[in-house]
């Protein structure tokens, strides 16, 4: 694992971009047509990824199946970025908060007030793997941009002495900065428009990853079916508007047919689903649901001798 150094001016993500380098000169019009070309490239990055991006979610919704869970590890804009992707799971597909998590260097406090100081510490990285009891059957996901942040190098250390299984996401090439993982996923877009600045290119392509990687995984755990989010929470009068559409939808109700059901269901769309295709009563379809890992389609073979959908 490489070393840190002083000296970053190597680094694909430190060069100066020379389509910007008259930035302020531009008219705003053709500094907003810069920006829009040069984001061009995290749609390519992402493509060429395309093939790690797939065992990624392979091996953690494996992870996740056994028992495990998942950590995004990051300091600054990667670490906030963990962090939100983290904290939209339990709505969206009603997971416990605890099975996917986002560890950011400085804890709570820096996602609104920077403390990249705290970055260049391994031992705290090292630290937090031991207070979240990172296991083997985890997965931990060091995010940097740049690739050298200290802070997600002694994470990731510390998961692969537990038995984890390790993700690294950073946005220069390997030949750059090396470092042992399971699955090494890099997406180089460039030298920023503000050069240094990874909030831009480095960030975008960096939620990119992060929202194919917590949906590719949580479709795997079947919490999805075709594109409709069936384990939605439904947790507020946006959500609830949701679910009603989603079974309305998928069925032959109105929308206040629709409502009876998913109150009957507990206002579990997925549970409603199947209470409603099977005609089974809320226990029958609970139960065919956790006899199938929570996977719909899967349950309705079970009960009706029928493919899904």
Request: proline share 5%; glycine share 8%.
């Amino acid at each position: 694992m490489t070393n840190p150094i002083n000296d970053r001016g190597y680094l694909l993500t430190e060069q100066i971009n020379p389509n910007s380098q008259h930035l302020d000169q531009l008219s705003t019009l053709e500094m907003v047509r810069v920006f829009n070309q040069e984001d061009q490239r995290t749609v390519d990055a992402i493509a060429t990824a395309a093939p790690l991006m797939a065992e990624a979610i392979d091996q953690t919704a494996a992870a996740l199946r056994a028992g495990g869970r998942l950590f995004y590890v990051g300091a600054g804009t990667s670490g906030r970025l963990g962090v939100l992707d983290a904290a939209e799971c339990p709505p969206t597909f009603c997971t416990p908060p605890e099975l996917v998590q986002g560890i950011l260097a400085g804890g709570a406090p820096a996602l609104l007030k920077s403390s990249e100081a705290l970055e260049d510490l391994p031992a705290d990285g090292a630290t937090a793997m031991a207070t979240h009891q990172i296991s083997a059957l985890d997965v931990v996901v060091g995010i940097t941009a740049g690739g050298t942040t200290p802070y997600v190098h002694g994470a990731l250390q510390e998961a692969n002495l537990r038995g984890a299984t390790t993700i690294f996401i950073a946005c220069v090439p390997a030949d750059q900065v090396d470092i042992e993982v399971d699955i090494d996923l890099r997406l180089p877009v460039g030298p920023e428009v503000l050069a240094g600045s990874t909030r831009l290119k480095s960030g975008t392509v960096t939620k990119m990853a992060l929202n194919i990687l917590s949906t590719g995984v949580m479709v795997k755990l079947g919490k999805v079916y075709g594109n409709r989010m069936v384990d939605v929470s439904v947790t507020n009068t946006k959500l609830h508007d949701r679910a009603l559409r989603i079974i309305a939808a998928l069925t032959d109700l109105s929308r206040d047919e629709a409502d009876t059901l998913l109150v009957s269901s507990d206002q579990q769309v997925k549970l409603a689903l199947l209470m409603h295709w099977a005609n089974l009563d809320k226990e029958a379809a609970q139960l065919a649901l956790e006899q199938n890992d929570g996977n719909l389609r899967q349950a309705i073979v079970q009960v009706s001798g029928k493919p899904g959908g």
